[in-house]
């Protein structure tokens, strides 16, 4: 079933794959290694073995079930294009998410290089958005590697923001999503980081999404920039709630 979700730009989560491993500065302190841990600790049997990836058939016709348009974020508790995830798989869930027409199906992934060996070989219906992870500079490359896919709403996930991303390219990028890193020993974000992504967008004409500040408590910290909330989407979202309003 969908799971309602915590995520402040999305509204439900759907996992036909579970499980990752380490890749890039920003895994440091995984948030879904945590829960996958806990949940194999309280006998959830879909994670009876912790953190390793496992594909779950079972689950991929799930969204045809659910009738009310939702905003989907896919595999929050893994990373679709890990290499332990065959093509066919991969392929599969893109046809089920082409016929749910009604829903946005939000996929993100770190690891960009394979996004860009497959892209050709999968369907990119106008409600899947396509995302990578950029956590500094370092990784700025992932957003190339985007723009050379077919997806038609691209987006970007700056976090956990660890670093600047001087330099980066918003062009062809329809959505920014900006956050710190939170729980047990999240890394500090600056503020002058957060501006000079915010200011890049607005060049672009980038939608800019403000998440979190984050840290130890990020429901202390908040998530207002400037003293506002920064909930901007891309046009390709008013364009899809016309037609199916998302619940």
Known sequence: MALNS???????????????????????????????RRLKAMGV???????????????????????????IFVNSMSDLFHDEV???????????MKRCDHHIFQVLTKRSKRLKRLHKKLCWP??????????????NFRSNDLCQTGAQTK????EPLIGPVTGLDL??????????????????I?????????????????AFFFKQWGGPNKKKTGRKLLRKHWDEMPPSYEDHARIYPIA
């Open 6 to 36: 915590r995520i402040e730009w999305t509204g439900h989560t759907w996992n036909p794959v579970t499980g990752c491993d380490k890749f890039s500065a920003g895994c440091e302190h995984c948030y879904a290694e945590r829960m996958a």
């Open 45 to 71: 049997d879909k994670y009876r073995d912790g953190f390793k990836v496992r594909l779950h058939r079972e689950t991929l016709e799930e969204p045809l079930k659910w009738k009310k348009p939702q905003m």
């Open 86 to 96: 065959p093509l066919e798989f991969i392929q599969d869930i893109f046809d089920v």
């Open 126 to 139: 106008k409600n899947v958005w396509m995302g990578v992870s950029v956590e500094s500079k370092e990784y």
């Open 155 to 158: 987006f970007l996930s700056l």
């Open 171 to 188: 062009g062809g990028i329809d959505w920014a999503v900006v956050g710190g890193e939170s729980g047990p020993g999240a890394r500090p």
């Open 190 to 206: 600056e503020q002058d980081w957060v501006l000079e992504i915010k200011e890049m967008c607005r060049t672009h004409k980038t």
